[in-house]
Each structure stands twice: as C-alpha cells, then as structure tokens.
C-alpha cells in the first residue's frame, strides 16, 4: 500500500478549535510491515446495518452487535467515517460487551439534515438512541470527532455514562500555544473539493493515511463512502462544529463536567493530536487513565487493533 503523506491535509481536522497547523511536506512512509489482516467479512458487517427515527426526527444508522444481554459499549466514529470505523477492532472486544456501533448524522447511512452539526446536536443524537434501544447506561467510546461527541455526552449526561474512551482527542489548543504555531486554512482546501468527490484522489488519500499500513480493502471503502457524503455536510461540520476563536474554552468549561472514569488513548506519531492538543486534556482530566502507543498514528485502532482491543476490555472491566 503506497503510503505517501500529504502533510498538507492530514493536519486538517482538529475539531472544535484545536488549531490549525501544516507541517512541511514529508518524504513518502515505507511500511515496515504488512497491514494487520481483518478479522471480519466487510460485507457480512456492513449487511448489519439497520436504521431508526428518533425522537427528534433524525434518522440514524447503527450496528447491534455482541452479547445482546452484555454490558452495552457505544462506539462514536469520526468526521467522514461512519461505523465500519470500528471493524478492524470488534473481533478483539470481549465477548461479554453489547456492541453499539453509530454512523453519526452525516454520515453513512444516517440522515443528513441540512442542519446542524454541533457536537451538542451528535450528543442528544446518541442519547436519544440510547433512548429508543432502552440503554439506560453505557461505556461511550469515540474517536477523534467521536471522542469529542463522547465527553459532550458524558459532561452533560453523566448518569448514561459508565466509563468513556476518548481516542486521539484533545482538550483544545491554549491561544499562545496555538500563536506560535504555523497557521494554515485547511477549510479553504476543503471548500475547494468538487462534487462527485473523487475517493481516490490524492486529498481522499491523504486522509487516511497512517504511519502503519493499514489494510487496503478496509481503507478504499472508507474513502468511497466519505465522498458519498455531500459537500454540503462536509462544510457543516466544519463551519457549525469548529471555533476558531472559542473552542478551547467551550472545551476545558465542559471538561470539568466529566466525572465518569476515563481513559485517553493516542498514538505518539498523531501528526494531528500532537503534544500541545494531548496536554491540554491531560491537565483537564487529570485523574484519566493514559496509553500512547509508539509508532502509531491518529488511528491507532486500525493499525493495531488487537492491541488496543486488549486495553479497551481492561479498562472496561474495571
């Protein structure tokens, strides 16, 4: 798998005003390894999808799968990805959990209403379909925009909530730190992007890319349904669930809220999350449990699924 990092847009997305950084362009990544195989039938996955309306109207999306009578885990993709995100890690989850995956609004086969996007909107989402499945209390997991959606729900729903996971998050960016790092307009790039969006153009490529070969059929179809999404939800999410000017201090008030055991996971060579994003939540949160990975990227659930499926089930249990 050609791993040629577009350093240009991998930085792109740090949600709710993480800042905006570009690092200079680097030489193309060698895998040092094959892609870990899947152990699960994309296909017999995704045919599990079922769908309902909840009280708000909003369609969603969602994956029932496990132990029916289990522990009920709720797992929150990120912006552009939808519940086959969590595909490569569910055969590694224990056999003790009800798995709970979403496509959040926007996202896969959910509804895609013309409005609105704030992590506030992706949260009650997740609440009212814990509503619907009569889950009156859950472990939340999420990832990147999913691990923002998850310490919303947390914060502001604390008795649903057992324990939350948030992987490759962040507590935002302090404004000095941000001043002193170089700025660059990723929306512009994305406001440049033409619909039909091409799954395989160098951006679309770019986006996935990972420090570690991830596998090939899995990361085609994530691009392939992430430019299924329109435009007009791409801009959304950016223009209704990012702040430049106020996220860090939406971040940390709503941080001090979220008493709920928790667990932050990362990988060192996030090229997004990097060291200023990962302290600030550090130091909001600082009884949470912490695991960085060496070596992996800003998905490291893809690149070492059994690994991180083993402290998952861990702290879960605890």
């Known amino acids: 798998m050609k791993r040629t990092v577009w350093c240009l847009f991998l930085v792109a997305i740090q949600y709710w005003g993480l800042g905006l950084v570009v690092a200079a362009p680097s030489a193309p990544i060698t895998p040092i390894s ?26 969603m999306a969602y994956i029932d799968m496990g132990n029916a009578a289990g522990s009920p885990v709720i797992l929150i993709h990120g912006f552009t990805d939808n519940a086959r995100d969590w595909a490569p890690v569910v055969p590694y989850l224990g056999r003790q959990f009800r798995l709970v995956l979403v496509d959040i609004r926007g996202h896969g086969k959910s509804g895609k209403p013309e409005c609105c996007y704030t992590r506030f909107d992706f949260a009650y989402d997740i609440k009212l379909l814990m509503d619907a499945l009569k889950i009156d209390k859950a472990d939340i997991v999420g990832h990147s925009l999913g691990s923002i959606i998850a310490q919303t729900l947390g914060e502001y729903w604390p008795e649903r909530v057992h324990h939350v996971v948030l992987i490759s998050s ?21 406001r440049k992007l033409k619909e039909p ?81 990962r302290e600030s939540l550090r130091r909001a949160l600082p009884n949470a449990a912490v695991k960085v990975f060496e070596g992996l990227g800003h998905n490291p659930f893809w690149e070492e699924p059994r690994a991180v499926a083993l402290l998952l089930n861990r702290f879960l249990q605890e």
């Open 197 to 277: 969006i091409d799954p395989d153009s160098p951006f679309m490529i770019s986006w996935w890319a990972s420090p570690k070969p991830v596998n090939e059929d899995f990361i085609r179809r994530q691009r392939r349904d992430a430019a299924a999404i329109p435009l007009r939800v791409w801009l959304a999410v950016l223009e209704q669930s990012t702040s430049q000017i106020n996220g860090y201090a939406d971040l940390q008030a709503g941080l001090r809220l979220l008493k709920a055991p928790t667990l932050l996971v990362w990988g060192s060579d996030d090229p997004i999350m990097e060291e200023p994003a």
């Open 170 to 190: 962040s507590g935002g960016i302090p404004p000095d730190a941000a001043k002193a790092r170089p700025n660059f307009d990723y929306a512009a790039e994305i």
């Open 34 to 59: 094959a892609a870990p195989p899947l152990a699960m039938d994309l296909d017999a996955f995704d045919s599990r999808r079922q769908s309902i309306t909840l009280a708000n109207s909003q369609v």
